[in-house]
């Protein structure tokens, strides 16, 4: 089943529909995948309808990926995974609806949330809820910018929600009239978890962020900061960040080739881990791998942390590395890719943590994750894709399972105009 993400990168940039922000007007999009695979071990075929529909302010996608498991018959006898009596399946069914103001004020993001970052990462680095190769997690991301300051609001579900973010940063030089105000922000948040796994039980998480970025040097083509976070977390675990900016741009400030390094150097007391609400938090929350206990009871001691972030554009690619080492010789590294041309798409990602030796590169140990698609239009109206997740699913509440989902197939798609009433 192919990602929204390269589904709509085929269906509004190849096929010729119109686009909004030219035509003025909104624009429909809708297709239909058909294709076979496996989940897990066993053989299944997979429809997913989709719909989607943008303008100027606006954007909604829609699908309903529909299972059928094949027996030994070789017939299709019953769906999969759509549980009819649980809210979330139909919940899933909203891909991504992104609202926004016309000079972008106010921007609600809700869907499948991705790479969600606030600050430098200190505490909430890419989070994600794209961890189910079956079902999509809705979650809701709020922004609000205002002049000199910015509010951030986080849900990690619209059903059941469980981790609650708010945040803000705000620019105090531009009160005392500094003509380059924007070299200094404060920033701060708030992170809960109202009933994390704990201790054998279900409490209550919480965890806060005060941090400061100055901008050192702001060039045409070159840009260096540095930031300055103090984290806690619970049980009186603390952790101080201090990290270097540097992001070239070669047409800076029009679109270009670009990278962005970030190196960061981290201290912790009594068991802090950095980044903690990550892209793998919701599985991870309830212990993953051999004998791992939840993650609200793992503890680290006193440890220093290295951290390199590296992101970059080049063409029609996408690129970058995320990677963090310890002293006690761990390493975790979670490197992706994604190329989008006027014919086909590609995207590729994988996380490996917890890495003491180059054995442990090609061994599962509960906390590896990985994603790799590719598209390619066949003609105007007609595209094939392949997907493979390697992820988890909760069939059950309170239990993460493996589950590895591939499938193949080919699409139809058609769009235009939004006709005028």
Known sequence: MISTSLALSLAFSLIGTVDASTSGGPAWQSSLQIGGGAVNSQAALVMAPRLGVSSSVAELELSFPIFLRVGSNGV????????????????????????TSGSGEFILRIGTLKQEVFGSGALIDSYGTSWDPIVKHAGMVGEIN??????YGLVNRITKPNLFALGGGVHPLRWLGDSDARRLMLLAEFVVDINAPMHGDREVLSAGDIGARLVFHSGQFLQVEGLLDGVFLHGGRLGSHISLLVELAENSPLGGDSVSVQLEMIRGWEGYEPGYFDEF???ERWGTGI?????ADQDRGNSSFLRLRLDGQSGPARFGVRAQWSPTGELGVVPYLRISTGRWSALGMIRKVGLKSADDLFSDNGRSFGEFEVSALLNKDFYAFSHLVYGWHFAEPERPERMTLWTMGVGAQVGGEVPES
């Open 76 to 99: 299709a006898d019953s769906l999969w995974y759509n549980r009819w009596d649980q809210p979330e399946t139909y919940a899933s069914i909203l891909e991504n609806l992104f609202l």
């Open 146 to 151: 205002l002049d000199g300051m910015f509010f």
């Open 281 to 283: 938090y919701d599985v």
């Open 291 to 295: 004998n791992r206990a939840a993650k």
